[in-house]
């Protein structure tokens, strides 16, 4: 897959965040020691469960059962918890969900992440894949955008590419500031730059806050951007 990635890509942009990298919001993979089998959850367990459950609830793109399933394993696989912690984690998880319903109601009729969305699609018909949360890291994000590509009825329309992966929705929801990978594809009569500056102008006709980035080696960053998205539950 590595050299594939670097045949499909022509000099990639803003590889390095300005930003350094944090750990992603848990997937179904354990992420902390598991107790032994039929151990109770410490007080330290489940306050990171805790974290992470309204973690995955304000990033908005997690189904309830979804979120349940990354809580179980983020200390152990769910035949190794207690029958008491299993429940007491989807209580947790029923109380983040019907707290990010009660914020949802109390949001405009289109928030910041609706615009943002609209800016993908538009992009998207452009030639410019655009993807929300590609995996929860850079190279991930690479290889979904890998994959995104060659299912496309169109490649040959495709100039370049934008996304954010995993880490930057954790970063946006502590920061306000959303930062986007972006690049060329190979054979496209885009430069780099000349794809940011196509994301950058879409992003300013809708009023967001963003600037072309300097050079190549840094992402673009939107600033002051309220992360509201409506989770589908």
């Known amino acids: 897959m590595f050299e594939f990635l670097k045949r499909l890509f022509s000099r990639e942009g803003a590889a390095t965040p300005k930003a350094p990298e944090r750990a992603p919001p ?5 992420t902390a020691p598991a107790p032994a089998s039929g151990q109770r959850l410490s007080d330290a367990d489940r306050g990171e469960i805790v974290q992470q459950i309204r973690l995955l609830a304000a990033a908005g793109f997690d189904t309830r059962e979804e979120i349940r399933e990354a809580a179980e394993y983020f200390v152990a696989s769910p035949a190794e918890l207690p029958a008491p912690d299993r429940a007491w984690i989807a209580e947790e998880v029923g109380r983040a969900v019907a707290d990010k319903r009660v914020m949802e109601s109390g949001w405009p009729a289109a928030t910041d992440f609706d615009r943002l969305d609209a800016v993908f699609d538009t992009l998207n018909d452009r030639g410019v894949i655009a993807l929300h949360r590609a995996g929860t890291t850079q190279h991930e994000g690479q290889e979904e955008i890998a994959e995104a590509w060659r299912a496309r009825s169109d490649p040959g329309r495709v100039v370049g590419y934008v996304f954010y992966h995993g880490q930057d929705v954790e970063r946006v929801i502590e920061t306000g500031e959303l930062w986007l990978s972006y690049g060329a594809v190979e054979g ?22 963003v600037a072309a980035p300097p050079n190549v080696d840094t992402r673009i960053c939107i600033k002051g951007l309220a992360w509201r998205k409506r989770s589908p539950f």
Do not use: D
């Open 26 to 30: 848990p997937r179904p993979a354990a």
């Open 188 to 209: 496209s009569p885009e430069t780099p730059q000349g794809v940011a500056a196509i994301v950058v102008a879409a992003l300013a006709r809708v009023g967001f806050n």
